[in-house]
């Protein structure tokens, strides 16, 4: 089982991204999809989680409208779009599956991770 992340990378203010998170060894039509991200010296938090089955969502407040999560089943993939992108979102980020039907904000809940991507955001 892996998850493979991608699509980070350096961006100036304002501007967009779009990360990837591919899935091998299982489906994740009955997954839940999490993003987090963390910063040095802080605690990795759940920005955007997905239920993959019904397609219902959470986002962090500080990512609403901004941020969008979907996904495309007969891709096995997770997407993250991040618009209007601000110099805090700056982070590593990571997608985590987890054999759950709906989405969960807590890191333990996850089973697999992916291996992070880097997102910077400065002008």
């Known amino acids: 089982v892996q998850l493979q992340a991608s699509g980070g990378g350096l961006v100036q203010p304002g501007g967009s991204l779009r990360l990837s998170c591919v899935a091998s060894?299982?489906?994740?039509?009955?997954?839940?999809i999490g993003w987090f991200r963390q910063t040095p010296g802080k605690e990795r938090e759940a920005i955007a989680c997905?239920?993959?089955?019904?397609?219902?969502?959470y986002n962090q407040d500080s990512v609403k409208g901004r941020f969008i999560i979907s996904g495309d089943n007969a891709k096995n993939t997770v997407y993250l779009q991040m618009n209007m992108l601000r110099p805090q979102d700056t982070a590593v980020y990571y997608c985590?599956?987890?054999?759950?039907?709906?989405?969960?904000?807590?890191?333990?809940?996850?089973?697999?991770w992916g291996q992070g991507t880097q997102v910077t955001v400065s002008s």
């Open positions: 985590a599956a987890a054999r759950l039907t709906h989405w969960s904000r807590v890191e333990r809940a996850y089973d697999y």
């Open positions: 060894g299982f489906t994740l039509d009955y997954s839940a």
């Open positions: 997905i239920s993959s089955r019904y397609g219902r969502t």
